[in-house]
Structures are given as C-alpha cells and as structure tokens.
C-alpha cells in the first residue's frame, strides 16, 4: 500500500494516515510554495501562505474529495491549493474592501507541461508550470539521494560520485577513459556500470512517484509527466 493509497482509504483520520499525509506534504512544500509565488505575493507572505496552506490540510480532514484527483497526490494536492489561494482572496476582500489588501492572482494552467522559463522566475512562469518543475526537481534530488546513500551501504560512494553526472545529464559527464582510470577498471567496465547505475536511478524515480499514486498503473504517465515538466 502506497503512503497515499494509505491516506485515501482513511480519510486521513488513523495515526498511520496522518503520518502518511504528513510525510507527502513535507516532500511537496517546495512545489506548494513555488505556485503561490506565482500569483503576486512577496516572498515572506508566500511562505506564510504555504505554511498556512499545510497547516489547514494537516490539522483537519484534509482529504475529503481527493478520490476526484484521479488517484495522483500531486493533482489532488494541486486543486486544494487553488482552492485556499482562492478563498484567501475572497477572505481578504471582504476584511479589507480592496483597502491596501495584498491581492492573489490565480492563474490556472491544468494542462501545460511543456516547460518554460527558470522556475526561479515566478513573474513570468505560469503558476501550474512552476508547481510541477519544482515537483520534478525534488522528486529527481530524492532519488538520487536514496541511490546515493544505497551506494554508500555498498561501499560504493565514491564510484556513485563520479558517475553521479551521468545520471541527470545536466553536464557532460567526465570521458569514459577518464573515469575507468579513476576507478581502476577498464572502460567496457565503466559502460556496463554506468548503465546499470541509470536503470536504478530509473527505478528510484519510480519507487518515489510510486508513493504518491494510488494506482499503479499510473507510474509510466507520471515518468512522461515528469520529464515534460523538466523539459
């Protein structure tokens, strides 16, 4: 059973629910926080927001509806957020009348994946977009930290080092040669191992976006997800 599955069936109401919920929020608080950067806010008062956002979803039952999210925590996840950000507005509006109120643009873009601008760049990313490029990234920097520290059991750490570049692909990795002298073997030996280092590293994404899903079914359309999101 996955951490979501887990958290679907009870309705977030058994301590090993809450536990669950409690851990998926902490690894989507960054993708939270990028998407209501998007809608105008400073920087303090997102992270008040996000805060306030996690708090609301932990501190009561949270997830009421989320069987309409299709099974995906990142889309369930996605709507409540809209949903806050939108009766933030209104609550705000009605304190203050449009007198000095901070206003929050929601601007909704369900379907776009298909990359764009630094997500760093929140005036120009539409928000939808930010939200999943900052999902991919984590989920990418976790696995590779669970791979890593696998590695590390193994004693295997400092060949996980090296070829570590050759899994993201964000720079040339070192030359075949160079890395069969560093490690001592000969450089058919690098390719095999660098081969099979992706196919865990594969694995790894799977197993992470795996916990979010509450049908398995959905992995492979995630992993496309994902690399759109990245692109």
Do not use: N
Not at 29 to 45: H, K, L, M, N, W
């Amino acid at each position: 059973m996955t951490r979501w599955t887990l958290v679907q069936r009870a309705r977030g109401e058994s301590p090993e629910a809450r536990a669950a919920l409690s851990d998926l929020c902490a690894l989507y608080y960054g993708p939270v926080e990028a998407f209501i950067r998007c809608q105008g806010p400073d920087s303090e008062t997102a992270r008040d927001l996000t805060q306030e956002f996690f708090a609301r979803l932990l501190g009561g039952s949270g997830v009421a509806g989320a069987a309409s999210a299709r099974g995906r925590f990142r889309s369930y996840l996605l709507g409540a957020v809209k949903h806050f950000l939108q009766a933030e507005r209104v609550r705000r509006m009605a304190a203050k009348r449009g007198g000095g109120a901070q206003h929050l643009r929601v601007t909704a873009h369900p379907e776009d994946t298909s990359g764009g601008v630094d997500p760093a760049d929140s005036a120009v990313e539409p928000a939808d977009r930010a939200f999943d490029r900052r999902w991919a990234h984590d989920l990418l920097a976790r696995a590779l930290d669970r791979l890593g520290a696998e590695m590390q059991a193994e004693g295997k750490r400092e060949q996980f080092d090296l070829l570590k570049p050759c899994l993201l692909g964000e720079h040339a990795p070192p030359h075949e040669v160079d890395l069969a002298a560093r490690l001592g073997v000969s450089q058919p030996a690098v390719k095999v191992t660098i081969h099979r280092l992706r196919k865990r590293f594969r694995d790894r994404v799977r197993a992470e976006i795996a916990e979010t899903l509450s049908d398995q079914g959905q992995v492979e359309e995630e992993m496309r997800h994902l690399i759109a999101a990245l692109r």
